[in-house]
């Protein structure tokens, strides 16, 4: 017979790895989502702020699973066609984002992403519900699942936290350099040779 504080023991664990992992899949979005924000863009300057403000808005009300998908893209650079028609009265930029993973890395990264998206949505619309909590063995069992999972979770988060670490590093770089007096020298210096 199982003691009612060994039950309550082994449920609480349950539900703290419940927690822990639900936080830590949001955290991983959250990345995820930061990173498919530097997909590649061209065009008239105007046309690119427009875009990029209707991508954030996009990208903000994504799924983990649409997120994903959007991350699988860039990493396997299934770029859009982009427009070469240029506008003589709008300045034209180019902005690009280039993942520096070899293809097997960059598959085995996707791969892992999918599974956890899966195994996501198992736990929140399914396992949680089918769970006995008054059971010590399948508290237990869930625990051990949850243990192993929140892993590669962290794994994942390992990997996408750093790129966002580093891609928050360059924009205050850019930005640093765009403000620059160096940066308006540069701009201004041609203009100036033709005068």
Known sequence: MNSSK?????????LRGIGRNVVNYQRLEQCIKFVSLFA?????????????????????????????????RIIEKDDRPLPTTKDLFDPWVSMSFEFVLDRSAARQHCEELSVLVHERNDLVHHRMAAVDFDSIEQCTLLSEELDSQN?????LLGVFGSLVTELRQMLAEHNEYVNSTEFLAQLQSPCEDDA
Not at 151 to 155: A, F, K, T, V, Y
């Open 6 to 14: 060994s039950v309550t023991e082994s449920r609480d664990r349950a």
């Open 151 to 155: 892993s590669r979770i962290l794994q």
């Open 40 to 72: 590649g863009s061209e065009g008239p300057l105007s046309k690119v702020l427009r875009d990029q403000h209707k991508r954030i808005e996009q990208v903000s009300k994504h799924t983990l699973g649409q997120a994903v998908l959007e991350i699988q």
